[in-house]
Structures are given as C-alpha cells and as structure tokens.
C-alpha cells in the first residue's frame, strides 16, 4: 500500500512539473529573444526581396545579369559615380549614399559584378580604423565607401537578413564557407529571364557573432585561372612573393596573398619542362 501511494504522489505530481519545464522553456526563450535586442524587420523604405533569381526592389524586380540601366532607373539618380578597380578589373561605382548600398559594374563587358550593402559593425567588433579616420575618409568626394548604414533586413527567400546574430532560419538557408562567410544560390524559377546568382554574408569573429556584411554577386569569369595568377604575381618591395590577391572582408583593402612554397615548387617544375 505504501508503495501505491508514493507511485500515486509521483503521477500527481508529474503534470505539476511538466508545467513547470514548459513554462521554464518559454521564459527561456523569451529572455533569449529580448537578449539579442533587435527586431528583424525589412526595411520599410528601401524593400528588398529575393524570389527566384530576381531581387524585386519596391515592386520593381531587377536582375544581376541585366546591365546597370534598369538598377539606376529603379533606384534614382542619387548616386555617385567613382571609378576604381577590384585588383584585376577596372569598375563604375554607383553609390547610393541615401539608400546604403552600391552597384558595382565593369567597365570591360558592362556586366554587373556586385550589389553591395553596408550594414552596422558590431560594437565589439575588431576594427583598424577608429571611428574618427572612418569619418574622414568618407568625406572625401571619391570616396568608395557608402556613407551611410543601410537599416533593417533585406528578404532572401522568406528569411529576413540584415546587421543581426546569426540564428538557426539564415545557418538552414545559407551555406557555411568558412567561419565568417556564408553563401546563397539565387536559382531562376519558371519563366524567369535572368540568370542565378550568389548572396554571400560575412560575420564577425567574436561572440555573438554578428552578420556585419552582405551582398549579391555574378559569377563572372572572363579570365582563366592562369592569366589571373600572371597578372597578380610579382615580387613586393621586400623581396617576398606574391602570387594573388585577396579582399579583407572588414576593411575592403585588397591585400596581397603571400606563395606557399608549394606554389613556388610548381613554378620551378614548370619553368624546367
């Protein structure tokens, strides 16, 4: 009997404690959600929506492999055009100071290369440049950097990215490529002209880690593998070799990508055939 009683307190008891783990659950969650501190919302102004492989901007869908001419129509005539180059192409930079983004074309083909967004660096994140020699650097008339911050989230096919931590919706949607960099293919759907294209985000390194940048990008290759190491290769001032390029995502300075010996063995196997 004493055994049937302490059994009957438990089976009481239970639905008690169930209760309890439910409510601790979504006071958990809750305290999770007010913790990251931001609401995920699309920008109100300036809406951004990925379907397919068009990215459809206020009601007006465009296409990265159209030229620059439906962009600029759909996006106004507040731009700045700066010329530069990418470290192998020479580029138009169509920036657009108000809004927070910048179109990117090459003058070679007149093919789009990129749409970039430049959202807000996490307070914690690492930075090079104080805030003050950001500053002074934009206001330079040239400057290739977008003086503002674009605000909000853009929508990539129903989920909602901007300058947030990273949860589960963006890690099941994008692909990891490194620790900082994460990647989505933008397929066409039926009848649809355009062609597919990439979304890349980066984050920051620290914890949280934060989405601090975000893009849409061609895969445009007019050069082969070859001709692009010739034309980076060269020696630096110091001696060292170098064999290509790379861009730092936090800072965008195209910096040199120092041979392996491995490359330089490869060199002089080849140079002896």
């Not at 438990?10 to 931001?38: K, M, R, V």
């Not at 300036?46 to 001419?69: P, R, W």
């Not at 129903?158 to 990891?176: I, N, Q, S």
């Not at 290509?244 to 490869?266: A, N």
Request: one cysteine or more; charged letters at 35%.
């Amino acid at each position: 009997m004493k055994r049937n009683k302490r059994q009957n307190k438990w089976i009481l008891f239970l639905p008690f404690l169930l209760c309890i783990s439910c409510s601790n659950g979504q006071s958990t969650a809750q305290q999770d959600a007010e913790a990251e501190g931001f609401i995920k919302k699309i920008n109100p102004q300036h809406q951004f929506k990925v379907h397919g492989c068009a990215i459809n901007y206020n009601g007006t869908d465009l296409y990265m492999s159209s030229g620059v001419e439906p962009w600029l129509k759909a996006l106004g005539k507040n731009y700045r055009k700066v010329d530069s180059a990418d470290g192998i192409n020479r580029i138009n930079l169509y920036i657009y100071d108000d809004i927070g983004v910048r179109l990117v074309e090459r003058k070679n083909d007149k093919k789009i290369d990129s749409f970039r967004f430049r959202l807000e660096r996490p307070a914690h994140d690492i930075r090079k440049e104080t805030d003050a020699e950001i500053e002074e650097e934009l206001k330079k008339p040239d400057a290739e950097q977008v003086r503002t911050i674009f605000k909000d989230a853009i929508e990539v096919d129903g989920v909602l990215v901007g300058a947030y931590p990273m949860h589960d919706e963006v890690r099941d949607k994008f692909r990891a490529e490194t620790r900082v960099s994460y990647n989505y293919t933008a397929y066409c759907n039926d009848n649809q002209q355009g062609e597919s294209f990439g979304v890349e985000l980066s984050t920051s390194f620290n914890d949280p880690e934060v989405i601090d940048y975000m893009y849409f990008y061609n895969n445009l290759d007019t050069m082969t593998l070859e001709q692009k190491k010739q034309l980076a290769r060269r020696t630096d001032e110091n001696g060292r070799e170098v064999c290509g390029e790379y861009v730092d995502i936090k800072t965008f300075d195209v910096l040199p990508r120092y041979c392996t010996q491995e490359e330089l063995d490869d060199e002089k196997k080849q140079k002896a055939k």
